[in-house]
């Protein structure tokens, strides 16, 4: 799978892809990873990307010119390339979008900075636009790397044990239950004993009650949802 980041300080993303699971997947070219500056494009004699926003406001915004100009660079080479754009404007990137578009070919990943971007830059050419979370960032790359991430380990032999996607939080609606590990007892803080007596399905049964019980407080609003479903 390929992804692009289209970003003003590449070297902010592309320390994270020099070590574990996903240095790995790019050695195995289970991913790869390349980078578009659109300060490279700008046709703005003093090499500026941003402008005042029109109408007044504080601070700067990305200009179209070299954010068009670069996404038509990479559209021309690749034509089916799946635009995103990451900002807090947006529905909340899930689980369900990761998976999804882990059965892309090519995606490209948009990173804002200042106070955005031109609008009609988003019109022209988002084929989608994901927030991570209301909150704001001084910059769109941490957002890209996080939707590729989690995109990257839904792509086929990126994760050494694909069964390991089939647990985790937000499969069926439901956080994922919690894990123990040696020593059984740390602290005088014992693991529950049901986990270490081998009966597998009254420990299936016991987890399915631990993530129903850590729902319901932390996201009742998944709880509501995993309860439907069961229904």
Request: hydrophobic share 40%.
């Amino acid at each position: 799978m390929h992804f692009s980041f289209v970003t003003l300080f590449p070297n902010l993303i592309k320390g994270y892809f020099s070590e574990s699971i996903l240095k790995r997947a790019i050695e195995d070219k289970k991913i790869f990873i390349d980078f578009f500056n659109p300060r490279d494009l700008t046709t703005d004699k003093h090499n500026r990307v941003d402008a005042p926003m029109i109408g007044g406001g504080a601070g700067m915004l990305m200009t179209p010119q070299p954010l068009i100009d670069t996404l038509n660079v990479i559209k021309k080479e690749s034509p089916d390339a799946h635009i995103v754009f990451v900002t807090p404007v947006a529905k909340r990137f899930t689980q369900n979008d990761a998976k999804r578009l882990a059965k892309k070919e090519h995606i490209v990943l948009v990173s804002g900075r200042y106070e955005g971007i031109d609008e009609r830059v988003i019109e022209a050419l988002a084929d989608e636009l994901f927030s991570i979370g209301d909150f704001i960032l001084t910059g769109g790359e941490l957002a890209s790397m996080v939707v590729c991430d989690a995109i990257s380990r839904n792509v086929d032999e990126v994760l050494g044990n694909s069964d390991s996607l089939s647990i985790e939080s937000f499969e069926e609606s439901l956080l994922e239950a919690p894990s123990f590990t040696k020593p059984v007892n740390y602290e005088n803080n014992e693991v529950v004993s049901e986990f270490l007596k081998g009966n597998h399905s009254k420990i299936t049964d016991l987890k399915r009650g631990l993530a129903l019980c850590k729902t319901k407080y932390f996201r009742p609003d998944l709880y509501k949802k995993g309860i439907t479903h069961e229904k």
